[in-house]
Every structure is written in C-alpha cells, then in structure tokens.
C-alpha cells in the first residue's frame, strides 16, 4: 500500500535498507508505511510538540497520541493536528502505544512514569527528552507487575 504524504508535493521513492522512504522536497522524507502502530507523546509542549509533529510529517505512526495534565493542551494539539487524539490519564494515553515519547520537566519524571506505567505494554520503546537518565531509569525499571 502506497501512503501518499500530507504535503501534497509530488513525491520520489527512495529505497533503504528495511523500509521505502517517499522523498518530498530535498532533505526530507515520509515513511510510505509507518514503523510505529501508535506513538504517545507525554508532555506536548515545545519539545514533546515538535516530537509529535515531525512523526506527523514524516508518516512515523498509524496514530499520534499526547498524555498531558491540561485539557487545553490536548485541544490545541488535536485542533492544530499534531496529535489525534489525547488524555489527561496518562496510563490511558500509553495504551496500545508502541513508541512511547516522555517529554516532561526531568523532576516530575518520576511521578510520570510511575503514573503511564500502568498501561504500558510489555513491548513499548520507552524514551525521553530528558536532559539526564539516571532518575529514568531508576522509576521505569521498578516491576509494578510479576512477567
């Protein structure tokens, strides 16, 4: 199935190794399938926004979802299009979520993970946009669930 990009520009295709990538305009190109189902973006300020809208445009994701503790913030970013849909329940926003995009202030990254943990599934790619990982890795490694 061939995904045509958002952009409208016509398009080039490009062959990687594992994937065919459509080249819009020089420097750029979108995924002609999206490597990720469902990506969760925590935290949709400037950092977690621009996270979400480069998968947007670049065809990364089936589907963009945001976790944040304003409703505003949810409504913004699903009126500007960047995500389609969002939740103030941060183990909601995670859900079905194979990329997982935690894009918060690095003290309130504890209280966020142990909040998403929850509903994440077992296979998710959790990351951050954190500055460090020490206090990451620390609260996401804790089991809240025997495997």
């Known amino acids: 199935m061939r995904r045509e990009p958002a952009c409208g520009i016509p398009c080039q295709i490009r062959f990687a190794p594992r994937e065919v990538l459509l080249q819009c305009e020089p420097g750029a190109f979108v995924m002609s399938e999206p490597l990720f189902n469902r990506i969760a ?26 976790g944040s503790r304003s409703a505003r913030t949810l409504e913004q970013g699903i009126a500007l299009g960047v995500v389609d849909e969002g939740s ?58 025997p495997y």
Do not use: Y
């Not at 926004?49 to 065809?59: E, N, V, Y």
């Open 41 to 66: 973006v925590i935290g949709l300020g400037l950092i977690g926004g621009s996270f979400a809208a480069a998968a947007r445009k670049h065809g990364l994701a089936g589907s963009i979802v945001a």
């Open 88 to 145: 103030q329940d941060l183990a909601e926003a995670v859900k079905g979520a194979d990329l997982v995009f935690v894009s918060t202030p690095v003290s309130a990254m504890g209280k966020v993970l142990s909040a998403l943990k929850p509903g994440l599934s077992r296979t998710a790619i959790i990351t951050d946009g954190g500055s460090v990982k020490g206090l990451s890795l620390i609260h996401i490694s804790e089991p809240t669930r």
